[in-house]
């Protein structure tokens, strides 16, 4: 079978500089997520290239129109309810209020900042697959060494999880802090073993990335490049990227498995 890259995003409402304990209010965090959203889909409609969004139901309910359109041409899941709050109904009622304003089937369910979820509430919420592992280690956030790496089925839930990608010896990220943060050329032929191992590549990263982020008070790795120059380099990756597979959503790239 064809290889398959699938390209994910996390549509969420821009909270990251509170983290950092740079207020940012509401209206400002749409902004930035929608204008880097106009930036990321021209480049996705300009090499017809089909991908996933999950989104929080907070930000689908303020851009009910945008997210119905995104789901003419990409597969929209959900990202719970909130990015900074969670509560255990919220993939139910995430996956309800999102499916009632793209009049679609919603799939899949990704934990925002992957944090650890028990898998049976996912289920339980009526999903076919979660997407809430990163399978490294990253320091302060979580440690995934010894989770399977790789696309399977969880026995105990019956629920297909489907892993993020990293490179298959010593578990190299290739999120968007790698993609940003290391020369191109590394992080594309770590994406290129990775697919010619695994036979599929599972990237993720955000529409705020496409926005320009140098006004914020975020450290350099984070915001450095945003904006056209990430675009440029987002561009390039997709150039080199579709010479070893075929762009499909993940519910595609399951059902082409026979598994949803
Ligand atoms: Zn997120």
Redesign the pocket.
């Known amino acids: 079978m064809e290889r398959r890259i699938l390209l994910t995003f996390?549509l969420?409402e821009f909270d990251l500089p509170l983290e950092f304990g740079c207020p940012i209010s509401d209206e400002d965090q749409m902004n930035v997520t929608n204008n880097g959203l106009q930036r990321l889909t021209r480049l996705l409609s300009k090499y017809n290239i089909p991908a996933t969004f999950?989104t929080?139901a907070f930000y689908a309910d303020k851009n009910r129109e945008l997210i119905k359109s995104l789901s003419a041409n990409h597969e929209i899941a959900s990202?719970s309810k909130y990015?900074s709050e969670f509560n255990e109904t919220d993939p139910f009622d995430s996956k309800i209020e999102i499916e009632r304003i793209i009049g679609k089937h919603i799939y899949g369910f990704?934990m925002?900042?992957?944090r650890k979820i028990d898998i049976s509430i996912i289920k339980e919420a009526g999903y076919s697959y979660d997407s809430s592992i990163n399978p490294t280690f990253i320091p302060g956030r979580y440690n995934n060494l010894f989770t399977q790496r790789k696309i399977h089925l969880d026995t105990w839930s019956n629920l297909i999880e489907i892993p993020v990608s990293v490179s298959s010896l010593i578990r190299f990220p290739l999120f968007w802090l790698s993609f940003k943060n290391i020369p191109l050329p590394i992080y594309y032929h770590m994406c290129k073993t990775a697919i010619q191992k695994d036979s599929y590549l599972h990237l993720y990263f955000?529409p705020w990335e496409f926005d320009d982020l140098e006004s914020f008070n975020l450290p350099w790795y984070i915001k450095n490049p945003s904006g056209k120059s990430f675009s440029g380099r987002f561009e390039k990756l997709i150039l080199k990227l579709r010479k070893t597979g075929a762009f499909s959503t993940i519910s595609g790239y399951l059902d082409s498995l026979g598994s949803v």
């Open positions: 996390d969420e999950f929080t990202h990015h990704r925002p900042k992957f955000h």
